[in-house]
């Protein structure tokens, strides 16, 4: 019978929250786990739960983890208050189910679902309230920490650095430092921006776990010396510092003249007796087994756990990725961070394709992890996070590492199996062995090592790629170019918490963020270019509108009424669209479309289990819908199943612009998708895809931003979107006290089950009649071409008709005269408000086919007065 190893308890080692002076901690037995290692200089490790090292790690849970740590750090930088007890009690809860014990395929696939839902709101909470330090510089240490730091510097809108052990040809290190307790010591900083560390500035330091503070003393003590800064903040997982660490800390911050504040998720001690390190070797040499790796010959050596044999090896499938550059190590420019540089949503679609065709695994959903490689985390970590998003699959990411922990395969040690491989990067301290622990037990393990590296570097029996392979029955390598001065820059979409405020699975936004760009400009001085200059409407921004308490109470009102009306709509335009597509992919119209076509892949989720991706890109009247785009969603799906989607109709404007542009895209690049255009709500009559033809009231038209993703309108100027990039737009995250867009989207998709059967009720009563019901007539085209010669109005585009146009006409546009059916119609209550508060007449015409219509100021031209009717 075999005797289980001692646990860190009978070792006399724990961890003591004793020291956390705040209620705002996470304790430490939730934030890490204690481990062993063979290193002579320290005998234990701490293991996190959080950091994706070297525990296979729910993607969303690392990535909640440390964007929270970069709200506490914007905490200490401009005296906020993000991170408090409450918050800290759900990253608690978070890890807790994340990392809850054993249980079968199934009853971990339903764990860690869970702890993803919940971290990814948690994400997207603490999006909201990001603030903007674009001065600051953060400063991540390998290995452990370069995606942590990446995380916080993303939080707090900063350049950022990491150090490294990397030793690339010709480079000259800007300053370096020392580890002491580490198992590779060295510390180089690489920036490719000679400005890197301008004085009088704030540089905040990111690590995973504070034992002593040394390694920041010296950090700060080399770099203060290279260039005094004003402020010093280091921010750890976890802080271990005893009280003399604590004072040596203060008293270096009075020697340099500077403060330091020091931030952590969780703090305490770790309790370590004194004969620790003879009696965790005697651990080791007992029940310690040592990782497996490949020899010379081919055979795995010391194998423990389950894994294929040499024998049943899968040959390697391999995917390549589009080139990115490697900003991680080198640093960006000085402005805020963009990070990861790569196509992620791409790479995650084209990784998805590669294990679908590979077989299924029985009892539950296919378990795969994602595989960073030391020091290159933070990409492969939102890779993984876009799998988890766009499937079914258990995904869990790690790295490989140097630390050699000691394997201990029984529950009451986190470490139970491990490979060790040829280390296959060039560093300071030379060539030598690496390692992967805990990647047992995957159907598919997807190894995503730095831009660059020569596959015949993976390769070889003795290789990294040959240790995966006694791991899993099938490994899935990405291969990412490193791109040079003559490559173009892939397109990067975008996603929440990073670009909106939707959550990450909500949308992927095919648009590039012009945060920096000042695009608004003033409402005539626009409406004069467009309308005298020839300028697009697209080329620059109005001042985005910031609803009063009254109009708010307006559209509090609308959504109230009219909630179960537009539920209803988008049951039938989804289920419409589900007869149609096999598999759809839907591709809203930014930004009216995007909380449309999240309620809709929320209606297939919730009605029959689908998960179906969805896009939103731009589209400009006269420019037609983003090409770019276009090849993107070319490159990576289907273009035959993807519907694109919209609000609502008007006059039918967009649907002909729509139509055409596919037509030139066809044309030009072969790739051909329909034209068909779903919408909740179509009285201009030119789709036959729409949930209703009646001119209501969809609340989400009563505002801008705040009820979709904070997102401005998109944005079509050549200097800021040029050729082979994305339309832009801009985020306002000051108005997020004022956000209504994942309350509007969860209001209405909780009234789906209780109008499910009004939906199949209203399909079944179109019976074999439904293509007459549904056909194009263009009737809103007719009545705008009546208004234009009533009016003597040239420019049609001038001519708005419907709730949601006539309400962009007072929030965009100089508007003339606004026309409507029924000045008492509750639907337009808000456009009357609107007029009223603007100085714009409101004429009586019951004779509209549409509940309102907006005119636009013709300017420079001669107009006939305003038609009969009552002017109020």
Same mark, same amino acid.
């Given at each position: ?68 740590? $970069? ?6 930088? /401009? $005296? ?9 009690? =759900? ?48 400063? $991540?240490?390998? %290995? ?51 400005? !890197? ?39 750890? #997982? ?64 010391? =194998? ?100 050699? *922990? ?43 090592? %730095? ?13 990294? #790629? ?66 005298? %200059? ?11 509108? *910031? ?55 929320? !209606? ?5 289990? #689908? ?57 030009? /690049? ?100 439904? /293509? ?23 420019? #049609? ?18 508007? !003339?005269? *606004? ?17 009223? %508060? ?29 038609? /009969?009717?009552?002017?109020?």
């Amino acid at each position: 019978m075999t005797v289980p190893p001692p646990t860190a308890g009978d070792l006399g080692v724990t961890l003591d929250d004793a020291r956390a002076t705040s209620s705002a901690a996470v304790p430490l037995g939730v934030l890490a786990r204690i481990a062993l290692r063979r290193n002579p200089k320290r005998a234990h490790l701490l293991v996190s739960t959080v950091l994706a090292k070297h525990l296979p790690t729910v993607p969303a849970v690392a990535l909640a983890a440390g964007e929270a740590l $970069g709200a506490l750090t914007a905490d200490a930088l /401009d $005296g906020g208050a993000r991170w408090d007890a409450r918050t800290a009690a =759900r990253l608690e809860r978070v890890v807790r189910d994340a990392t809850a014990g054993d249980q079968d395929r199934l009853g971990q696939a339903t764990a860690t679902s869970a702890a993803h839902r919940a971290a990814t709101t948690l994400r997207t909470d603490l999006a909201a309230g990001r603030p903007e330090h674009p001065d600051a510089l953060v400063l $991540g240490f390998a %290995e452990t920490a370069t995606a942590l730091g990446a995380l916080v510097a993303e939080s707090l809108g900063a350049r950022y650095l990491h150090s490294t052990r990397h030793a690339p040809s010709g480079a000259v290190p800007a300053a370096g430092f020392d580890e002491a307790h580490s198992h590779a010591t060295t510390h180089r900083l690489l920036p490719s921006d000679p400005e !890197w560390l301008p004085a009088g500035g704030t540089v905040v330091l990111v690590d995973d776990e504070l034992s002593t503070g040394a390694t920041a003393r010296a950090t700060i003590r080399e770099l203060h010396a290279l260039a005094p800064q004003r402020r010093w903040v280091v921010a750890s #997982l976890i802080d271990l510092r005893s009280p003399a660490d604590t004072a040596a800390t203060e008293e270096l911050a009075t020697e340099i003249g500077a403060p330091i504040t020091v931030v952590a998720l969780g703090r305490g001690r770790a309790v370590l007796p004194a004969g620790l390190p003879s009696a965790a070797a005697d651990v080791v040499a007992t029940h310690a087994v040592a990782p497996t790796g490949c020899g010379t010959n081919g055979v795995p050596d010391g =194998r423990t756990g389950s894994g294929p044999t040499r024998a049943s090896r899968p040959q390697t499938v391999t995917t390549t990725a589009a080139p990115a550059t490697a900003v991680d190590r080198f640093g960006t420019p000085a402005q805020r961070v963009r990070l990861p540089r790569t196509d992620v949503e791409g790479t995650a679609q084209d990784v998805l394709a590669v294990l679908g065709a590979l077989e299924a695994p029985a009892g539950g959903p296919r378990r795969v992890l994602v595989l960073g490689t030391e020091e290159h985390m933070h990409t492969p970590l939102v890779v993984a996070d876009a799998l988890r998003r766009r499937s079914d699959a258990d995904v869990r990411f790690s790295t490989t590492t140097r630390s050699p *922990v000691a394997v201990l395969d029984d529950p009451a040690w986190p470490i139970r199996s491990g490979i060790r491989f040829r280390s296959h990067d060039t560093t300071v301290d030379g060539t030598g062995e690496r390692f992967a622990y805990n990647v047992r037990g995957f159907d598919a393990i997807v190894v995503l090592p %730095e831009p660059g590296t020569d596959r015949a570097l993976l390769d070889g029996d003795d290789g990294l #790629l040959a240790a995966l392979a006694t791991a899993a029955p099938a490994v899935v390598l990405v291969d990412t170019p490193l791109a040079t001065g003559s490559d173009r820059t892939a397109p990067r979409p975008l996603t929440g918490p990073s670009f909106g405020s939707y959550e990450p699975g909500d949308v992927t936004w095919l648009l590039q963020d012009l945060a920096d760009a000042a695009l608004e400009a003033d409402t005539a001085d626009r409406e004069r270019a467009i309308q005298l %200059e020839g300028a697009n409407y697209a080329e620059s921004l109005p001042v985005e509108y *910031v609803p009063s308490d009254a109009y708010e109470a307006l559209y509090r009102d609308a959504l109230d009424r009219s909630a179960d009306r537009i539920a209803e709509a988008v049951g039938i335009v989804t289920e419409l669209v589900l007869q149609r597509r096999e598999r759809p992919v839907l591709v809203s119209l930014a930004r009216a479309g995007t909380p449309v076509g999240i309620l809709m892949r929320r !209606w297939a989720e919730r009605r029959h289990g #689908l998960q179906l991706d969805h896009y939103t890109a731009s589209i400009v009247r006269g420019v037609g819908i983003d090409e770019t785009a276009l090849r993107w969603l070319a490159d990576h799906h289907d273009p035959a199943q993807v519907v694109f989607v919209d609000g609502w109709t008007g006059k039918g404007a967009i649907t002909r612009e729509l139509t055409d542009a596919l037509a030139r895209f066809a044309e030009s /690049d072969g790739a051909r998708f329909p034209d068909d255009l779903a919408v909740l709500a179509d009285p201009a009559g030119c789709t036959t895809l729409h949930g209703t033809r009646d001119d209501y009231l969809v609340p989400s038209a009563c505002l801008n931003s705040t009820v979709s993703g904070l997102v401005s309108r998109t944005v079509f100027n050549p200097t800021l979107t040029p050729a082979d990039t994305f339309h832009g737009a801009k985020q306002y995250r000051q108005l997020a006290p004022r956000d209504h867009s994942r309350a509007f989207v969860a209001t209405i998709a909780d009234r789906f089950d209780a109008i499910a059967d009004r939906v199949t009720a209203a399909l079944d009563r179109a019976g074999p009649d439904a /293509d007459d019901a549904r056909a194009v007539d263009w009737r809103g085209m007719r009545t705008v071409e009546v208004i234009g010669a009533e009016y003597g109005i040239d420019d #049609l585009h001038l001519i708005k008709p419907g709730v949601g146009e006539t309400t962009r006409v007072l929030l965009r546009r100089v508007p !003339w005269q *606004v026309l409507v059916r029924d000045p008492d119609d509750v639907d337009i209550a808000h456009v009357v408000a609107l007029a009223r %508060e603007r100085g714009v007449p409101v004429v009586t015409r019951p004779d509209l086919s549409y509940s309102c219509v907006g005119l636009i100021h013709p300017l420079g031209s001669r107009v006939a007065p305003a038609a /009969d009717g009552d002017v109020s």
